[in-house]
């Protein structure tokens, strides 16, 4: 069936010049999605506009509602899934974290919506650069969460993550990070797949029996307290446990209708393969790191990277397999956790924290850079190399750096 839909929609697939922020938008004119709310923030708001783009100009057919602030935005698409709408809506740095009674109230109550978290610094002081603590804000309350590097990948996870958070085995909600102007803002080649391919992949969303209709009355958002808390939690928690193979299922079928390879769907390996020692980290980080590893490569040092792309679920027994492979370990974060343990920050906690039961523990070695969207550059890369390097070969380092601060 799969082959044949492929065979069939050969000749409708397409190739735009489109943003990041543009690929989410028509991953959403594909998915089909029922309702989409709106509240402008840069650097998110390009997905907006697009979005109304398409709506005015008759190519997509949705309920576009511009609400009064990111909070009404979030309960709106959360009321509309109750009652058996795909919905879409999105936000950034300090527009996230207004929603965020809304949001942490989402993965309880089982709604899947899909959103798009433009990363942006948290005020203040003002910036809108890049930062990745808006989403990971959410990382313990039962939302998935998953960067990606590029508009191709933005379009392509967007329609896997309906895929996944639809699943009745999960039905937990789904944000998608975009790097602030490095992905939202630039442009790259999209194959954007045809109309008979998604609905292959996407099958209308269905809430059964949790279906908030007056034929079946139900309770949405009950005051619990100490008498079912527990359990509730405990089933949200079984969601996001049961993610990690539908995640898995869901990569495999995009592979076979869509002919894209991801590999691993958690994370992904470059120039591992006889690496001594490996870089970590997540979104758009990946460009300059590769750039610098080529150049290193070429100098005989064997270094490789390792690009987390879903940080929940996080892979960790998995992840730690991988580290374990090498001589040493530094992770990049864009993003701090003040008072962390060894002043780090997010994704280092996590790694030592995945790597602490593994048969092979390599040095792990956390670096803060690219705060507020200031550039990782490929001499940063090469700095935090050559340190990874001194301590594989014995030579005690600090556990957390920061790099490409000024003098």
Not at 252 to 271: D, L, T, W
Not at 286 to 291: E, Q
Not at 351 to 356: D, K, N, P
Request: proline share 5%; charged share 25%.
């Amino acid at each position: 069936m799969a082959q044949a839909v492929a065979h069939r929609a050969e000749e409708t697939e397409k190739t735009a010049l489109i943003t990041g922020s543009e690929a989410i938008a028509v991953a959403c004119k594909l998915a089909d999605v029922d309702v989409i709310t709106a509240y402008p923030i840069r650097p998110y708001d390009t997905v907006m506009q697009y979005v109304a783009k398409l709506v005015a100009n008759g190519e997509f057919d949705c309920e576009y509602i511009v609400a009064e602030s990111e909070h009404s935005q979030f309960e709106i698409v959360k009321h509309a899934s109750a009652v058996g709408a795909r919905v879409f809506s999105g936000s950034s740095g300090v527009g996230w974290m207004y929603a965020f009674e809304a949001l942490t109230v989402t993965p309880a109550l089982r709604i899947p919506m899909v959103v798009m978290v433009g990363n942006r610094a948290l005020d203040d002081p003002g910036a809108f650069g890049v930062e990745h603590n808006d989403a990971l804000a959410v990382r313990d309350l039962g939302w998935q969460l998953v960067w990606v590097d590029s508009a191709q990948e933005a379009l392509d996870t967007a329609l896997i993550a309906y895929r996944v958070a639809e699943d009745r085995r999960v039905f937990l909600p789904c944000a998608i990070s975009c790097d602030g102007a490095f992905l939202t803002h630039s442009q790259g080649l999209v194959k954007i797949p045809s109309q008979d391919k998604v609905d292959a992949f996407l099958p209308p969303y269905q809430r059964g029996d949790l279906l908030l209709h007056p034929d079946n009355p139900i309770t949405i958002a009950p005051q619990a307290n100490e008498d079912w808390l527990m359990e509730i939690r405990r089933q949200t928690a079984a969601g996001m446990e049961r993610s990690t193979a539908v995640i898995r299922e869901a990569y495999a079928e995009f592979e076979q209708i869509f002919g894209r390879k991801y590999g691993n769907p958690f994370f992904e390996e470059y120039a591992t393969e006889d690496a001594d020692v490996v870089l970590v980290g997540m979104g758009t980080l990946s460009t300059p790191v590769k750039v610098a590893i080529r150049q290193m490569r070429r100098e005989g040092k064997k270094v490789g990277f390792v690009r987390v792309r879903w940080f929940r679920p996080f892979a960790a027994e998995e992840l730690a397999r991988t580290l374990g492979r090498f001589s040493a370990v530094g992770v990049i974060d864009r993003d701090f956790s003040l008072g962390s343990p060894h002043l780090g920050g997010v994704l280092a906690t996590e790694v030592r924290a995945a790597m602490y039961l593994a048969t092979s523990q390599p040095p792990v070695l956390g670096f803060i850079c690219g705060l507020g969207g200031r550039e990782v550059t490929v001499p940063d890369v090469r700095k935090m190399s050559d340190i990874i390097r001194e301590a594989a070969e014995g030579h005690p380092q600090p556990p957390t750096q920061w790099i490409g601060l000024r003098e």
